[in-house]
């Protein structure tokens, strides 16, 4: 079965940090661009980061630059999600997806993951 799988979500204050993994299985990880997105209550899925396959670009939202890493480790067949400095804005059910670069700049991918709820709050 080819799936990729989100964990590492939770319930974190106002200021803390998270690890977010995306793991694959059933297929080769590092043929792939990996994007994270997320979607909050009433809001469209926004597009917050990717790596290409070889981890050499990437590129962030303004919205989360300078507080958010992504990072993959191929040998592992996982992306990860280092989320810094965390906001109430944050809170959002986390997705990360598997496709082309353009297919995942544009909200699109081949492979989905289930998603993992991300709840800032005091």
């Known amino acids: 079965q080819l799936q990729l799988v989100e964990s590492g979500g939770g319930l974190v204050q106002p200021g803390g940090s998270l690890r977010l993994s995306c793991e694959a299985s059933?297929?080769?990880?590092?043929?792939?661009?990996i994007g994270w997105f997320r979607q909050a209550p009433g809001k469209e899925r926004e597009g917050i980061s990717l790596?290409?396959?070889?981890?050499?670009?990437?590129k962030y939202a303004d919205s989360v630059k300078g507080r958010f890493t992504i990072s993959r480790d191929n040998a592992k067949n996982t992306a990860y999600l280092q989320m810094n400095s965390l906001k109430p804005d944050d809170t959002a059910i986390y997705y990360c997806?598997?496709?082309?670069?353009?297919?995942?700049?544009?909200?699109?991918?081949?492979?989905w993951g289930q998603g993992t709820q991300v709840t800032v709050s005091a």
């Open positions: 997806a598997a496709g082309i670069w353009k297919a995942i700049e544009t909200g699109t991918g081949d492979y």
């Open positions: 059933g297929f080769t990880l590092n043929y792939y661009t």
């Open positions: 790596i290409s396959n070889s981890g050499r670009s990437t």
